[in-house]
């Protein structure tokens, strides 16, 4: 969020008269009818003479945002490390961000639950832009538990998630068309990183002994992973954490872990670790000791300033975590 304003009377007042005016926003955004939107669009800005104050919902956007906007733009992210983007809830503050950023980017397809209506109604006073939106459908995988919608967690396989780039720089282009060859480069550039990853991935995973490639984590935020690098993906929750784990899914996942001898299971840093080691204490029960095999980052990166900070760093970390644990 954004952070270090001054506590001033003054300032306190004009911080109240934005709340003021971002609440109204909120209210009114929400008010709209399904049947109709507010057709107003947004007023052009000029950016030549400042950088663009852009604010992502994950990191995992944020990052893209970065990577390709550089210095030209600079990225608040709502959600920090540890944040589970399907039960967070916007709170004044974020309302307020919204308000203040010049344009707004999220990742779609549900991720963010209950932020999304707030964040597609406000695109009228400002863009709004889902990096997923132009995604190929074809190349997305089915939601199993919400009907007609679309596992969100594209992230998880590289050459997938590469796609993005291109709307983050159109979208950058056309707010800031003199900055456009910059845009441009760095979109070049940051592609190539994550080419140069995707294959980095695949070597790793090939590297895990074909029968232990199974991959067991708290919820289903890893299906894109398996498809794209060839392993078999078992979540104790389904692709979105408001899904209840019952003890029949414990006792389920747990049969599988000790019939096919699976020696690790993952946590995640977004997902409490309980419903993981209740599942490790089931299988215990069963005879079977079954390790925790670190922890892997699916909804949200690490801290900033660490390599899993980053996106690359992120999806190294898991890789080697779960190759070093299965191999």
């Known amino acids: 969020m954004l952070v270090g304003r001054v ?4 300032a306190s007042l004009s911080r109240t008269r ?4 971002a609440l109204a926003l909120l209210v009114l955004s929400l008010a709209v009818s399904s049947c ?4 107003s669009a947004y007023s052009a800005q000029d950016f030549s003479g400042r950088t663009i104050r852009a604010l992502a919902t994950v990191g995992m956007v944020g990052d893209v945002v970065r990577n390709v906007g550089g210095e030209r733009v600079t990225v608040e992210t709502l959600m920090g490390p540890g944040v589970d983007p399907h039960l967070y809830k916007p709170s ?3 309302v307020l961000d919204i308000a203040e950023a010049d344009a707004v980017f999220y990742a779609g397809l549900h991720l963010e639950g209950r932020m999304t209506e707030v964040l597609e109604r406000t695109s009228d006073t400002r863009p709004v832009v889902a990096v997923t939106e132009d995604t190929d459908h074809s190349r ?16 998880m396989d590289v050459s997938l998630w590469a796609t993005t780039v291109d709307r983050v720089e ?7 068309p003199g900055s456009a060859a910059v845009y441009r480069a760095r979109a070049t550039a940051y592609r190539q990183e994550l080419a140069a990853l995707h294959e980095y991935v695949r070597r790793q995973v090939a590297t895990i002994p ?17 498809r794209a690098y060839g392993m078999e993906v078992r979540g104790l929750q389904g692709i979105s954490t408001e899904t209840e784990a019952g003890v029949g899914d414990v006792q389920q996942l747990a049969s599988m872990l000790v019939e096919r001898r699976i020696k690790a299971v993952f946590i995640e840093s977004s997902v409490p670790r ?14 079977q000791e079954v390790a925790i095999g670190g922890e892997l980052f699916s909804d949200a990166m690490g801290k900033a300033g660490t390599p899993e900070g980053t996106y690359i760093g992120m999806i190294r970390h898991n890789t080697d975590t779960i190759v070093r644990a299965l191999r």
């Open 7 to 10: 506590s001033t009377p003054a």
């Open 18 to 21: 934005s709340l003021t005016s």
């Open 36 to 39: 109709g939107r507010v057709t």
């Open 92 to 94: 004044e503050s974020d």
């Open 140 to 155: 997305l995988l089915r939601s199993a538990a919400f009907e007609g919608s679309y596992d969100p967690h594209v992230w």
């Open 170 to 176: 159109r979208a950058l282009i056309e707010m800031d």
């Open 210 to 226: 074909p029968r232990s490639r199974v991959l067991v984590t708290a919820h289903d935020a890893f299906s894109y992973y398996g």
């Open 274 to 287: 309980r419903n993981i080691e209740a599942v490790q204490a089931a299988a215990r029960a069963r005879g």
